[in-house]
Each structure stands twice: as structure tokens, then as C-alpha cells.
């Protein structure tokens, strides 16, 4: 037995959709399985929290303790990766103290805002990031390590901070690996 699920225990978590290559370690969290599609060739490390709406293409790979909330969904294209202990979020609290926060509370004393997360093809975000709901990060960019991310990205940039800021332009060359 290994620490990943077999093929036989992964058409038992109720998922979506999976493709083929598809490695989940058995210590991941998984709420909302019916609502995640999973490509070819995905390796989801330990400790990970996968919950809502989330879509991810092929080539991808989640480390350790990474959390993807996507109550307004999450959709990571291929070739894209998330170092560890980093968190995207597609909602989250309205904390302007009008009204009562988390998901103890009913939805007419809470107010969540929120929309898309959108990871296109090529991304990878390093470690400790956090990303916000609504947000764009286009092709081939970078979020550098322990950056908060809140607002779109243009492509083929690498990223860096809190909040995060263009650091420099991106090169192409791993275009002609795929």
C-alpha cells in the first residue's frame, strides 16, 4: 500500500471527474468531491484541503498543507503548481463588522463576497501565498513565496510581496518542453 489512493479507492472518493495519473495522498481533505474535476497527471500531496468548486486541467501539482476554498470556484489550468502551505481563496467574510463572521453563523447575519480564481496554464505560486477571490492570474506568471495576492496578474511575470508587485518579466523558454 502506498500513500496514495489506489484507482479502486480514488472512483470511491465521489469526484467529479479524474483522469489518468491522478496521485492523492489518503491525508488529504475532501469536502465537496461531487464539485472537483481532476485531470491527467495530478499529484495532490498531504494535508491539502480541497473543498467547492474546483476544476484543474492536467500537469499539476498541489504540495503539502495547500488549502483551496472554492465556495465561487477555483480553476487551475495545466502545467500549474502550488508550494506548500499556500491558500487560494474564491470567497471570504465581509469584515467591516456589519455582520457576524464563519459558516456557525446563518446567511443572513454573515455576508460573503467573493467570484472565480482563475489560474491559467504555465502558473506557479510559491509558498505561503495567499490568494484572494475574484482574482486572474494570467499565463506563465510567478507569485513568489509568502505573497498575497489581490489583484489580477498579467502573464509571463513574476510576482512578489504583500500586497504582491511586478518584480520582473517571465522568460518563455519552457514553452518548447511541452
Request: proline share 3%.
Amino acid at each position: 500500500m502506498t500513500s496514495f489512493y489506489s484507482e479502486e479507492e480514488l472512483k470511491s472518493l465521489g469526484l467529479k471527474s479524474y483522469g489518468k495519473n491522478v496521485l492523492i495522498s489518503r491525508k488529504v481533505s475532501i469536502y465537496g468531491a461531487e464539485n472537483i474535476s481532476i485531470g491527467n497527471n495530478v499529484r495532490i500531496d498531504d494535508y491539502c484541503i480541497l473543498s467547492g468548486e474546483i476544476i484543474m486541467g492536467s500537469n499539476i501539482h498541489i504540495s503539502a498543507y495547500v488549502a483551496l476554498y472554492g465556495a465561487k470556484g477555483i480553476e487551475m489550468q495545466d502545467y500549474t503548481g502550488i508550494s506548500p502551505r499556500s491558500t487560494i481563496f474564491s470567497a471570504m467574510d465581509d469584515f467591516s463588522g456589519e455582520y457576524l463572521i464563519g459558516p456557525i453563523h446563518t446567511p443572513n447575519k454573515t455576508h460573503v463576497v467573493g467570484g472565480k480564481v482563475r489560474i491559467e496554464q504555465f502558473v506557479q505560486i510559491g509558498c505561503n501565498s495567499v490568494i484572494f477571490p475574484n482574482i486572474t492570474i494570467g499565463e506563465g506568471s510567478v507569485v513568489g513565496a509568502m505573497s498575497l495576492v489581490n489583484k489580477n496578474l498579467a502573464g509571463w511575470n513574476i510576482y512578489v510581496g504583500v500586497p504582491v508587485r511586478l518584480l520582473k518579466k517571465r522568460e518563455k523558454g519552457l514553452m518548447e518542453l511541452v
